[in-house]
């Protein structure tokens, strides 16, 4: 479904990414996991097609296709979704707009009909439920006065009525106490399918204790620098980022 | 020396307004337009190096001697009058065709007893009412040639009168159109008086139909008396190739209420100047102004909000949204003067610069005399955010139609404002037509 090989990609004449290679195949719920600098929301906003990095070598495939030739929308209409680290707000565009507009213009890209507004708000109110989320916040203005459990709940609200190919969730779980975390766990394992594929970037392992990953990745510096499956992130969590990082730096020496 | 000319053209023109109504009015309105032309000829037009013109050059308004518009209404089928109607079966609509009222494509609704909704010109010629108190009582023409210009040639317009007591429930709209082919002025002229414990909204539109050059010096004068209440709505839809130049003054008494709506889409240049005088304890005026413009249309609004005695407060939001090599210009004036303490005046002036190339001026003036005041203004000139767009993007909403919603979003507070549903649904619809990215109807649980 994804193929990235040998992706670097700057910013401001810094390098941020160095060298990156991931496969990911439909069904594969891959964790990327590295400490804070390492490139991972880099590494997310590039695939969801951000322009304010520069990318300097390397190729990304997406069932197919160049994922780096395709403007933010067309991926998005092509079954792409991220869920941001940081959702933006938007005052006066209600989640429900927003949301309509969004899957309908996917729908129109894969030439299906519209939804038109009651089997729109159908889906609306039965996804909702998933993430445990309120409707009076659906005719709110996207993300505008949320809480932070509340903006990253939504992110997940969002990928559930959009139902992508491929999800890439930033930190999802940064910032969310015990029982929030719960709730998106609950909402992702939901969405699990066998023609879904989901990349999750966390800097914790607890997030992992909940959806349990079928690989898990290590990004340190710009690369990933070691693969593996549940348990490295177990023993990373038990040993810290430094055990790998001067490991790293032993690699990079060689 | 091209404007003395000019001048004197407006001033040879007059001649023919006083032969015409010599005799056939009151000599009451004879020196009221002979005052207004005796200021008109004192201040000249003016130009950009008077401070409040420095923005707004009129010399093309100036050097086409525009001649006034001919009699005769045509151009306007009931069809395409109704692109510009609200959607309201029984509110009554007045029908200003080249500056003169159409019966024809005029119609009264129901209307309560004692309120009256009738061409200026008829309602001067019977004498049914005494306007004398009221009709340019309250609009000064002193150091404001256009003004005295309107004053002086006034001809035709509409007159809304709303007895003590009465609550209006539809909207009255009144529509001026220019259908001219030949480059014509015409000067619109309305009355609204609200007496006490009224309530009633207004709708004003001008539209132009076709790409003719020609002007519209309107005025409209507001009376709300005691405890009144008023929402008007002001919105232009001028013709691509001409020339507005409008005042409206509202005058406020005790307790007195007045939403004021001043949309501006279509036109070339456009100079509006709002002015609000709060004359008794209690008064309360809010003006709202939403500028959406494009190409090389020019937007001035020149506000003015005079808290003359205590215990009043004014809201202020004006917006602007530029695109292409457009200019909006904003300047508000709040006055408070010495006895007005316990004024309590908020002024907001937003700006949204679509493209490089547009450009915003925002200029408050406070003028506070007394002591015991909140006053407090703000503006902003921003882009869109470029963060929100990425997000709308990245939700599946193309880059244009991303733009647009956002740009909607923005002006969308004012347009919330509008209490009047018709009108407010108008208003929506002309502000969709310029955002087709944002035209999804509104989606609710």
Known sequence: MLEIKNLRVRIAGKEILRGINLKVKAGELHAIMGPNGSGKSTLALILAGHDSYEITAGEVHYQGKNLLEMAPEERACEGLFMAFQYPIEIPGVTNLYMLKAGLNAARKHRGQEELDAMDFLKLVKERAKLVEIDESFLNRSVNEGFSGGEKKRNEIFQMAVLEPKLAVLDETDSGLDIDALKIVAKGVNALRNKDRAIIIITHYQRLLNYIVPDYVHVLVDGRIVRSGDKDLAVELEAKGYNWIESGAAAASGS | ??????????????????????????????????????????????????????????????????????????????????????????????????????KKLSRLGPLPAGVRVESLAAALGNGSLDLEPHLGRHVETSGHPFAALNTAFMDDGALVFIPAGVDLQEPIQIVFATTQAEPAVTYPRVLIVGEKNSRASIVESYVGLGDQAYFTNAVTEIVVQDNATLEHCRMLEEGSRS????????????????????????????????????????????????????????VDNHTRIDHAKPHCSSREIYTGILDDQSRGIFNG??????????????????????????????????????????????????????????????RGISQK?????????????????????????????????????????????
Request: glycine fraction near 6%; include cysteine; charge should be neutral.
């Open chain 2, 243 to 298: 020339y507005h130049i409008s005042t409206v003054q509202s005058h406020l008494s005790r307790d007195s209420n007045l939403v004021s709506h001043n949309y501006a889409f279509g036109g070339s240049l456009i100079r509006n100047h709002v002015n609000s005088v709060l004359d008794a304890e209690g008064a309360e005026s809010t003006l709202f102004g939403l500028y959406v413009i494009a190409d090389r249309q020019h």
């Open chain 2, 1 to 102: 020396m091209k404007t003395m000319d000019s001048k004197t053209h407006y001033l040879q023109q007059f001649k023919d307004v006083e032969a015409r109504t010599r005799g056939a009015e009151g000599s009451w309105l004879s020196k009221l337009r002979r005052r207004a032309i005796e200021d008109f000829s004192e201040a000249g037009f003016p130009t950009t190096r008077l401070e409040a013109w420095k923005y707004t050059n009129v010399e093309p308004i100036v050097a086409s001697r525009f001649k006034p518009a001919a009699e005769t209404a045509n151009g306007l089928s009931p069809e395409r009058l109704s692109a510009f109607t609200l959607g309201t079966g029984s509110g009554s609509l007045l029908t200003f065709v080249n500056g003169r009222f159409s």
């Open chain 2, 333 to 394: 004036r709040v006055i408070v003067r010495p006895d007005a303490q316990k004024t309590d005046a908020k002024q907001t002036n937003r700006n949204l610069l679509l493209s490089k190339e547009a450009l915003a001026d925002t200029n408050p003036e406070l003028e506070i005399y007394a002591d015991d005041v909140k006053c407090t203004h703000g503006a902003t000139i921003g882009q869109l955010d470029e963060e929100a767009l990425f997000y709308l993007r990245a």
């Open chain 2, 401 to 445: 139609a991303a733009r647009d919603i956002l740009t909607y979003a923005f002006a969308g507070e004012l347009v919330d404002e509008v209490k009047t549903e018709p009108a407010r649904k108008y208003v929506e619809k002309l502000l969709r037509a310029r955002l087709p990215g944002a035209s999804e109807t509104t989606v609710l649980l």
